[in-house]
């Protein structure tokens, strides 16, 4: 392994929305993230409206900002840490919340061990941490599944075998969905689930229009609540 000196990868947390940075970061992690001159992230333009609103202290301009999103081929994904194996720190940056988790960005962090790059998780919201601490559901054992299928014919049973898991195990299971298919994958659910199996509703998380309620699918069948267009994480324990 070569012995010349090599940079870091720095994990940079994101707001989960229009929340003033500070709020929800603190000052130590900002002011690593306003030094560094190359960032890697998911979608630049935004990286860079980001960069703007922490006030890097490098000039916008100067700092190279390369996309890895899911389109990101292997071997590109071995050229963005080029820059760090040769001694430059880079940033790690995800739309939203923490990166490598529901990001393509674990890629390049698994990359990063095989070559022997240190890699800094900088602490930050994490919307899945979020929801699962506020739901009041099972902390000591749970499984975070992404994004299920889009399809009823697919979902409907992958929500059914969730359920028998949490069930067998005592699991909260905790998953996402794009925010315009909400109310139809929560429609989903109180329909394929068990009418005693508890259902936490984690919205808008860290804004002022934050939201989390936890009941059981009985109850949410009463009164579901408006999701359209509006970041949720769900959560349900049988």
Same mark, same amino acid.
């Given at each position: 392994?070569?012995?010349e000196?090599?940079?870091?990868l720095?994990?940079?947390?994101?707001?989960?929305?229009?929340?003033?940075?500070?709020a929800?970061?603190?000052?130590?992690?900002?002011?690593?993230?306003?030094?560094?001159?190359?960032?890697?992230?998911?979608d630049?333009?935004?990286?860079?409206?980001?960069?703007?609103?922490?006030?890097?202290?490098?000039?916008?301009?100067?700092i190279?900002?390369e996309?890895?999103d899911?389109?990101?081929?292997? &071997?590109?994904? =071995? %050229?963005? $840490?080029?820059?760090?194996?040769?001694?430059?720190?880079?940033g /790690?940056?995800?739309? +939203?919340?923490?990166?490598?988790?529901?990001?393509?960005?674990?890629?390049?962090?698994r990359l990063?061990?095989?070559r022997?790059v240190?890699?800094?998780?900088?602490?930050?919201?994490s919307?899945?941490?979020? &929801?699962?601490? =506020? %739901?009041? $559901?099972?902390?000591?054992?749970?499984a975070?599944?992404?994004? /299920?299928?889009?399809? +009823?014919?697919?979902?409907?049973?992958?929500?059914k075998?969730?359920?028998?898991?949490?069930r067998?195990?005592?699991?909260?299971?905790?998953?996402?969905?794009?925010?315009y298919?909400?109310?139809?994958?929560? &429609?989903?659910m109180?329909?394929? $689930?068990?009418?005693?199996?508890?259902?936490?509703?984690?919205?808008?998380?860290?804004?002022?229009?934050?939201?989390?309620?936890?009941?059981t699918?009985?109850?949410?069948?009463?009164?579901?609540?408006?999701?359209?267009g509006?970041?949720?994480?769900?959560?349900?324990?049988a």
């Open positions: 392994m070569s012995s000196p090599r940079g870091s720095y994990l940079l947390p994101n707001t989960l929305g229009e929340t003033a940075p500070e929800v970061i603190s000052a130590a992690v900002l002011n690593r993230a306003r030094s560094l001159d190359y960032v890697i992230a998911e630049p333009k935004a990286a860079r409206a980001f960069l703007k609103r922490i006030g890097s202290t490098r000039a916008l301009q100067s190279r900002v996309r890895l899911h389109n990101t081929k292997a &071997a590109d994904v =071995a %050229s963005l $840490l080029e820059p760090v194996l040769a001694g430059r720190d880079a /790690l940056l995800s739309e +939203a919340g923490m990166p490598a988790v529901a990001d393509p960005g674990a890629d390049l962090v990063a061990h095989g022997g240190r890699v800094v998780p900088l602490s930050g919201p919307s899945i941490l979020l &929801a699962l601490s =506020a %739901s009041g $559901l099972g902390g000591q054992r749970f975070f599944h992404g994004y /299920l299928p889009v399809a +009823a014919t697919e979902l409907v049973p992958a929500l075998e969730l359920e028998r898991q949490s067998r195990l005592r699991q909260t299971q905790v998953f996402i969905e794009t925010p298919r909400n109310e139809r994958t929560l &429609a989903t109180l329909r394929a $689930l068990d009418p005693a199996t508890l259902v936490c509703v984690a919205t808008d998380l860290t804004l002022e229009s934050e939201t989390v309620r936890t009941q699918v009985a109850a949410w069948r009463k009164e579901p609540p408006r999701l359209k509006r970041p949720t994480v769900f959560l349900f324990l």
